[in-house]
C-alpha cells in the first residue's frame, strides 16, 4: 500500500506542475503577469475614453438637430402670434412658446456638456496614448520573448502528461477512483500533508495536523501512516493524508 501513496503522491506533483504549465500557456507566464496586467487595464482605459468620445459626439449631433428643429418650431409659433383672434389662442400659443424654449434650453444645456465631455476625454486619451506607446513597446518585446519560450513549455507538458499516464496506469483502478472523486471536490488536490505542529514545551506529546484544512491528525493515523503507509482521510476534509519527508524532522525520543 506505502508504494501506491508514493505513486500518488508523485502523481500529485506532476498533475500540478502538468496544469501549472497548461495554464501558464493559455495566459502568460508569471514573469510578465504585472506588465500583462498594466497593459490590459491601460489598454481598456484607452477603449473606454474612445467610447466615451464617440457617445459624446453623438449625443452633440442629437442635441444639435433638436435645437434646429425646436428653433424652426418656436419661430413658427412666433409667426403665428398676429393670426390668432381669441385670447384663448393666445395663451395656448404662448404656453407652447414657453415649453419650446425650455426644451431648447434643455438640448442647449445637453449640447454643452457632451461637448465638455468629449473634450475632458480627448485630453486624456491624449496623456494616455503618450504613455502607452512606451508600455506597449515594453510589452510586445516581452510577449515576443514569452512566444519563442512557448513550445518548450508545450513540451514540458507534454512530457509532463505522457508521465501521468504512466503512473496512473501503474496504479490500481479503485485507488485511482477514489483518487480521482477527492480531487474533484477539492480543486485537483486529493492530497494533504501532515504537519507536527511547533510545541512550546518539549516534553508535551506531538500534536499533528492537516496541511491542507488544520485541522486536528489522531496520532493513531500518524502511526498508520508511518507503518503501513495507508490510505487515510483527513478527518476534516477528507483528502489522502501523506507523511512529507521532513514530517518528523527534530522529533526527539519521548523516553
Ligand atoms: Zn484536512
Known sequence: MSRFLDLFINLQEKV??????????????DWMAELHEEHSARKERIEELKQTIETAATERLEAENAVVELEAKRDRYQEQINQVSTQREYGALLAEIDATRTHLEEQEAKKRTSVERREEAQAELVTEEEGFAELDERYRVELEKWEAEKPSVAKQAKGLKKAIDEIRAQLPRPYLARYDRIAERHDGQALAPV???????????????????????????VVELTSSGSFLLCDSCKRILYLPPDAGEGEEDES
Not at 511547533?198 to 496520532?219: F, L, M, Q
Open 16 to 29: 500540478d506542475e502538468f496544469e501549472a504549465a497548461e495554464r501558464r500557456l493559455a495566459g502568460v507566464p
Open 195 to 221: 504537519h507536527r505542529l511547533e510545541r512550546t514545551n518539549k516534553r508535551s506529546p506531538d500534536i499533528w495536523h492537516c496541511g491542507a484544512c488544520n485541522y486536528n491528525v489522531r496520532p493513531q493515523v
